[in-house]
């Protein structure tokens, strides 16, 4: 099975298309959460979600529009856009986000595998680096876990006492770009698929990966998006305009 895995949109409808329409051949999608928040497509987002996603975890950002979560951790850029992201949303999608599961989730042919938002430790707790990886990959009971919240795009590893890190290592600024990604069998992995509507790793292209469960390894991409549209999106809706720009940086 070929699964299609996305994480973090933040209401960025021109990346998720982008994403969508340049993920090769996949049988299933599995959505790590914070699928609003920052963008200002929220309704089109969660709706486009709904049709292609079967399953889902929650995110920090879904858990604070819909009110299951209090603004006072959020700065307040995100605070605002969490607010009026509440603002904007039908009933149907407000209430279908207050109803996401938290992680972890698995898919019940594959138990080995398990998703979650942050950590399987903390759904909220940010893996930024592999001191951070070290204590779930210690106690991981799974083969790999795949998860989101940094919006960096990457994988922690770990074998008996010793961990690794493995970053994407693209060659190009503005095209469609793919990095292969073997594992092994012998080793517990934590992997993040990237942002879609918001990457933070200095790169703006919208991620997301494929997880090949027969060949037992992950395909990164990375998709150039009509940032325009979104960054004008957003100064339509009157949000902070700090939420367009630091779009074209990948901050």
């Not at 430790?121 to 204590?135: K, M, S």
């Amino acid at each position: 099975m070929r699964i299609l895995v996305l994480s973090d949109i933040h209401g960025n409808l021109d990346a998720l298309e982008a994403c969508l329409a340049s993920a090769e051949r996949y049988d299933i999608v599995v959505n790590l959460g914070d699928i609003v928040g920052y963008g200002a497509s929220p309704n089109e987002v969660i709706d486009r979600s709904r049709e292609v996603g079967k399953y889902f975890v929650r995110g920090n950002h879904d858990k604070a529009t819909s009110g299951l979560m209090d603004l006072k951790d959020f700065n307040p850029i995100a605070g605002l856009a969490a607010l009026w992201t509440r603002d904007q949303l039908t009933p149907e999608n407000l209430q279908w986000l207050r109803g996401l599961p938290q992680g972890p989730v698995q898919i019940p042919d594959f138990p080995e595998i398990q998703f979650v938002h942050g950590s399987p430790i903390d759904e909220d707790e940010y893996v930024v680096t592999l001191h951070d990886a070290l204590a779930p990959l210690a106690t991981l009971p799974l083969a790999v876990t795949f998860f989101g919240h940094t919006h960096l795009q990457g994988a922690f590893s770990f074998k008996t006492a010793a961990g690794d890190a493995f970053r994407p290592p693209y060659k190009t600024i503005g095209q469609n770009e793919t990095t292969q990604f073997a594992l092994k069998k012998d080793v517990r992995y934590l992997i993040n698929p990237g942002s879609v509507g918001q990457p933070r790793d200095g790169d703006w292209r919208a991620a997301f990966a494929i997880f090949d469960t027969e060949k037992w390894a992950v395909t990164f991409q990375r998709v150039p998006y009509n940032l325009k549209s979104a960054q004008d999106r957003i100064f339509a809706a009157n949000l902070p305009q700090r939420l367009a720009t630091r779009l074209a940086a990948g901050r």
